[in-house]
């Protein structure tokens, strides 16, 4: 008895999900390691955390393929391109690459709807919740850097962000969570 709840395009389009949270896992860990290596251990710390939880998200959607009676392909994960050139680029590219991994996961959420896979939709909008999450916490930092003078921050700004990047939490705090008397 065939016992696989997933159809086949919504298989293929996780287990392509899953490569793309391993290949944010791999830019977290390469540029954690262009932070390490220019002596900023706050800001290297930051990203080494989140490329944990990147791998932890592809892990999140393994064990759902597996569940759902489908298929689970592990496939060669690109390589994450070339090293930021400044703290200020570094940042913009992980927004980027956050953005870009929204869209896809909108992508899942889409056919899940199309094809009344309620119980996809159902495990996607954990998914759709953390993006909102990680581009809030992306957009925060660009906003520090920023005032830090952005692309041409100095040294010392740059050394204030750093020991305070070692201390953020992982989690933004989103729209949905403010209150009047907490705005
Ligand atoms: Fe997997 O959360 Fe970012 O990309």
């Known amino acids: 008895m065939d016992t696989n709840r997933l159809s086949q395009t919504l298989a293929k389009a996780l287990n392509q999900q899953m490569t793309n949270e391993a290949h944010n896992a791999q830019i977290y860990l390469a540029y954690a390691s262009w932070a390490s290596n220019g002596g900023y251990d706050g800001i290297a710390n930051f990203l080494f955390r989140h490329a944990n939880e990147e791998r932890n998200h592809m892990m999140k959607i393994l064990e759902y393929i597996l569940k759902r009676g ?4 592990v496939s060669a994960i690109p390589a994450p391109g070339p090293d930021p050139v400044s703290i200020n680029d ?3 590219k992980v927004f980027k690459s956050e953005v870009e991994n929204t869209t896809s996961i909108y992508d899942i959420v889409n056919m899940s709807m199309a094809e009344k896979d309620w119980a996809t939709w159902n495990f996607m909008q954990w998914f759709v919740k953390e993006q909102t999450e990680e581009e809030t916490l992306a957009m925060d930092l660009l906003s520090k850097i920023k005032v830090a ?3 041409n921050a100095k040294n010392d700004a740059l050394f204030v962000l750093d020991s305070e990047l070692g201390k953020t939490p992982d989690d ?3 729209a949905q969570d403010a209150t009047a008397a907490n705005p």
């Open 90 to 92: 570094c940042f913009e």
């Open 172 to 174: 933004a705090k989103l």
């Open 70 to 73: 489908a298929k689970v392909v």
């Open 149 to 151: 003078g952005g692309a």
